[in-house]
């Protein structure tokens, strides 16, 4: 078995005025096992409290996430009471003497969702539709204000009754376009 070694020179070196001992030999091996996992526990307490750590997990880290594509989290969701160590306890020995309420409580115990409840569809399509929606509404109404208040003109003169009337007097003796309800109510004698 190939054993990957370090070994340091326990001297002393001086660094100014201070003199700075080096640690004796250390010696890195492959071959030993890992650390037992009391170590992660106690590197990550603050996070997982009293929570079983029951395998791998996602990159090695005790956490727990509810994923299709990682279905058995590292850690349990809660942490064992009095009443789920009994189950475990019973779960160990014949499956046939677990009630399926036991079976629940162990499997809540164990996991936060089933799979169906964490892959069903959710409505967060409907919040981020109607938010777009409402965004448009109000891009829309300060567009038209600002257009309102940037484009303030005075009415062209030739919407006028005056001028309307004469444009419309133009058509009619022109003969432009078919004039239907307006020519019949036109007086051609007097103009």
Not at 33 to 53: F, S, V
Not at 63 to 72: G, H, K, N, R
Not at 106 to 124: D, K, W
Not at 175 to 184: A, E, F, V, Y
């Amino acid at each position: 078995m190939l054993q990957y070694q370090c070994r340091v020179d326990a001297s002393t070196a001086a660094v100014g005025s201070k003199s700075v001992v080096q640690q004796s030999p250390v010696v890195l091996d492959n071959t030993k096992p890992p650390p037992p996992l009391d170590a992660d526990r106690m590197r990550m307490h603050p996070r997982i409290g009293n929570r079983e750590i029951v395998g791998y997990g996602l990159k090695g880290r005790p956490e727990y996430f509810d994923l299709v594509m990682f279905p058995c989290p590292s850690i349990r969701w809660e942490a064992d009471t009095p009443e789920i160590a009994e189950l475990r306890k019973k779960e160990k020995s014949d499956w046939k003497q677990v009630s399926v309420e036991e079976k629940r409580q162990l499997y809540r115990a164990s996991f936060r969702q089933t799979f169906e409840e964490f892959t069903a569809p959710t409505g967060v399509w409907k919040w981020a539709i109607g938010w777009s929606l409402i965004s448009l509404a109000g891009l829309i109404m300060a567009y038209d204000g600002w257009r309102r208040v940037a484009y303030n003109f005075d009415k062209p003169d030739s919407l006028t009754e005056e001028k309307l009337k004469k444009q419309l007097q133009f058509h009619i003796a022109a003969r432009q376009g078919p004039m239907r309800h307006l020519s019949s109510k036109w007086d051609y004698e007097t103009g």
